[in-house]
Nanobody, 118 residues
Framework: QVQLVESGGGLVQAGGSLRLSCAAS????????MGWYRQAPGKQRELVAT???????NYADSVKGRFTISRDNDKNTVYLQMNDLKAEDTAVYYC????????????WGQGTQVTVSS
């Protein structure tokens, strides 16, 4: 099993920045990609960004150029630097991890709230 613990959410004004962190523990060698998803009230959970162990990245179009995902494999930690935040970025942000074989998210964090005031 793998445990994911997020930190770094909060309240910020539009145009501001936040940095989310997610630390993995447990059977971390079973993890390949890690990433972030978000879910706004009344909406489906959506992908924000992912990064593989070799640091190949993928971003949602809505965050390209504003968000940057990075990873420290030694610390089993993934980061999401969010700049130029907009009101529509308000959501609960979930850390996620994918294994090497099974398609899709295998583990989820508990979520951290990001609120952007306009």
């Amino acid at each position: 099993q793998v445990q994911l613990v997020e930190s770094g959410g909060g309240l910020v004004q539009a145009g501001g920045s936040l940095r989310l962190s997610c630390a993995a523990s447990g059977r971390t060698l079973t993890i390949n990609a890690m990433g972030w998803y978000r879910q706004a009230p009344g909406k489906q959970r959506e992908l924000v960004a992912t990064i593989t162990r070799t640091r190949s990245t993928n971003y949602a179009d809505s965050v390209k150029g504003r968000f940057t995902i990075s990873r420290d494999n030694d610390k089993n930690t993934v980061y999401l630097q969010m700049n130029d935040l907009k009101a529509e970025d308000t959501a609960v942000y979930y850390c996620a991890a994918e294994g090497w074989v099974t398609v899709g998210v295998a583990y989820w964090g508990q979520g951290t709230q990001v609120t952007v005031s306009s």
